[in-house]
């Protein structure tokens, strides 16, 4: 199938700083990425989606201005955690799709831990 | 908005045992997807049902979607300890939104 990857896999910060998660299709050009957010023992909620070329539509009760999404080209988006602080600490993953009936694909995910 | 329910949340079984995670939508579906996290790991994609009591199998695995398409279920025949992990179903609405949401999800533990 599909590959998407997530870097980093791992990422280790102090409150307050930010944090850029890049997500990439590798072997297809993804139209549409998702960013989903799971915390332990939890299901995977929805934050954003962004189509390439536009700005993010994200779900209610996200901060747009704490998650900046850009999805630049139709292999690559980044999430970046603005100001993060430990309730940010969580496992963020990305999909991609081709299209709108297309498969969704899920990125390895990139474990955050803001202390 | 759109709420989708797995039972049960967790479910203990010994090896050869069978196992079923039902899922409740709270709108009509388009599709179904299903997927297995493996502890420590991001979620795989087994299988999506489109039509209306769909049933598709995957060696010991059974899917089946509900006749109104609001429901789904998920079947494993005499279980193995591979099988461990959480089972989440995944409903995307009718409609442009396209939007998927997952499950509340079912871990499964499988035990010699």
């Known amino acids: 199938g599909a590959v998407v990857s997530q870097h980093p896999s791992w990422v280790i910060c102090k409150s307050g700083t930010s944090v850029k998660i890049e997500c990439r299709s590798l072997?297809?050009?993804?139209?549409?990425m998702f960013w989903y957010r799971q915390f332990p023992k939890q299901s995977l909620m929805l934050m954003a989606t962004?189509?390439?070329?536009?700005?993010?539509?994200?779900e209610q009760g996200v901060e747009k201005d704490k998650f900046l999404i850009n999805h630049a080209s139709l292999t690559l988006s980044t999430l970046t955690v603005t100001s993060a602080h430990p309730e940010d600490s969580s496992f963020y993953i990305c999909?991609?799709?081709?299209?709108?009936?297309?498969?969704?694909?899920f990125g390895p995910g990139t474990r955050l831990l803001v202390l | 908005g759109q709420q989708v329910m797995q039972i049960p949340q967790y479910q203990h079984v010994q090896e050869g045992e069978d196992f079923t995670t039902y899922c409740n939508s709270s709108?009509?579906?388009?599709?179904i997807q299903w997927y297995k996290q493996r502890p420590g790991g991001h979620p795989v994609f087994l299988i999506q049902?489109?039509?209306?009591?769909e049933v598709k199998k995957q060696k010991r695995l059974t899917f089946q979607f509900g006749e109104a398409k609001k429901n789904s279920s998920l079947h494993i025949t005499a279980t193995q300890t591979t099988d461990v992990g959480t089972y989440f179903c995944?409903?995307?609405?009718?409609?442009?939104?396209?939007?998927?949401?997952f499950g509340t999800g079912t871990r499964l533990q499988v035990t010699l």
């Open positions: 995944a409903g995307r609405e009718t409609g442009t939104a396209s939007k998927l949401t």
């Open positions: 999909s991609a799709r081709a299209g709108a009936r297309e498969t969704q694909y």
């Open positions: 049902l489109v039509k209306s009591g």
């Open positions: 072997d297809f050009q993804a139209t549409t």
């Open positions: 709108t009509t579906l388009s599709n």
């Open positions: 962004s189509n390439e070329g536009s700005k993010a539509t994200y």
